[in-house]
């Protein structure tokens, strides 16, 4: 399917756009210049994602006291959120495999009720761009819940978990009180709709584009 393809390949050339923007400024403020020089973006290429990247309140920039020519980009809090977050994409990723095997176990379980009920329908399956998009309205959280509720930040809570699993596998003696204080770590997924639209409407401006530049020939 060549407009999947299309869109696949725009979009993650806008996305590695994105995040050499967002990582130059996640090490401090810099001038139009200095990002040009880091990032190694053309210059009309960096001028849109700065101006997509403000408007959506990831950065902001401020003038120079001393040369009203100079303007200076940094990065606000959403930005440094937007950066935790797609450095937790590896992780996310790392278990789309595992979450394409449960949706698999689903279809072949609802199959099977379905034969039992003498139900016709079945879950449809998916080619590789089908899948593709199915993966990207994915979207995945990490969070722990503690022993009283109290949703909390998972890193920590992972690592105590990690260095608790590291323990029993040695088969050491240790209290397992300590054990029964664990956080419960947690990872959320859940299939979006507005991705789905905002995908449809991508593509639907790969197709204008692709009509158009076949009726110039």
Not at 23 to 51: D, V, Y
Request: glycine content about 4%; charged content about 30%; hydrophobic content about 40%.
């Amino acid at each position: 399917m060549v407009t999947v393809m299309t869109w696949k390949h725009d979009w993650y050339r806008a996305l590695k756009s994105l995040n050499a923007i967002r990582m130059a400024l996640w090490r401090g403020e810099a001038t139009f210049g200095t990002l040009l020089r880091k990032t190694r973006l053309s210059r009309p290429t960096l001028a849109s994602n700065l101006k997509r990247l403000q408007k959506v309140g990831e950065i902001e920039s401020r003038g120079d006291p001393n040369d009203s020519r100079v303007k200076y980009y940094f990065i606000t809090e959403k930005g440094r959120k937007e950066i935790f977050r797609q450095t937790l994409g590896d992780i996310i990723y790392a278990i789309e495999e595992n979450i394409a095997q449960m949706l698999v176990a689903t279809t072949e379980v609802t199959m099977f009720l379905q034969f039992e009920q003498r139900k016709a329908a079945v879950l449809p399956q998916l080619d590789a761009d089908e899948r593709y998009i199915l993966g990207s309205c994915l979207s995945g959280s990490i969070y722990a819940i503690t022993t009283e509720g109290e949703k909390v930040s998972f890193f920590e809570p992972l690592r105590e978990f990690l260095e608790k699993v590291k323990l029993v596998a040695k088969n050491k003696e240790f209290d397992v009180e300590s054990l029964k204080s664990l956080c419960a770590v947690s990872f959320e997924f859940k299939l979006q709709r507005d991705k789905l639209i905002e995908i449809f409407n991508e593509l639907g401006k790969v197709r204008e584009q692709a009509k158009l530049k076949a009726w110039k020939k």
